[in-house]
């Protein structure tokens, strides 16, 4: 069974930070490309951030800079470090998987709400 499960959302001032964590069982992670997905009211998702299973990192320009993902492949773990905080980061953040066969999945999402 593959478990996705994301954590650490909320709500959080302009200029805040917020730190959150995704576990991921039920497949070799450490062979698997890990991202977080983002979507907020009346937008389309877009990917937030993704990292390799060698730990390469990409980023979409709207918060690099502000933005670091990273891994954990020995618990299994990804994790986006968001700082700098602004009211359009403001949505719902997905982690998701991906397969070097291209079967990928999305967690249930953990809110993060910016307040002005």
């Known amino acids: 069974q593959i478990q996705l499960t994301e954590s650490g959302g909320g709500l959080v001032q302009t200029g805040g930070s917020l730190r959150l964590s995704c576990a991921l069982s039920g497949v070799i992670f450490n062979s698997v490309t890990m991202a977080w997905h983002r979507q907020g009211p009346g937008k389309q998702r877009e990917l937030v951030a993704a990292?390799?299973?060698?730990?390469?990192?990409t980023y979409a320009d709207s918060v690099k800079g502000r933005f670091t993902i990273s891994r954990d492949n020995a618990n299994k773990m990804a994790y986006l470090e968001m700082n700098d905080l602004k009211p359009e980061d403001s949505a719902d953040y997905h982690c998701?998987?991906?397969?070097?066969?291209?079967?990928?999945?999305w967690g249930k999402g953990t809110p993060v709400t910016v307040s002005s």
């Open positions: 998701a998987y991906q397969r070097p066969n291209g079967i990928n999945g």
């Open positions: 990292i390799t299973p060698s730990g390469r990192p």
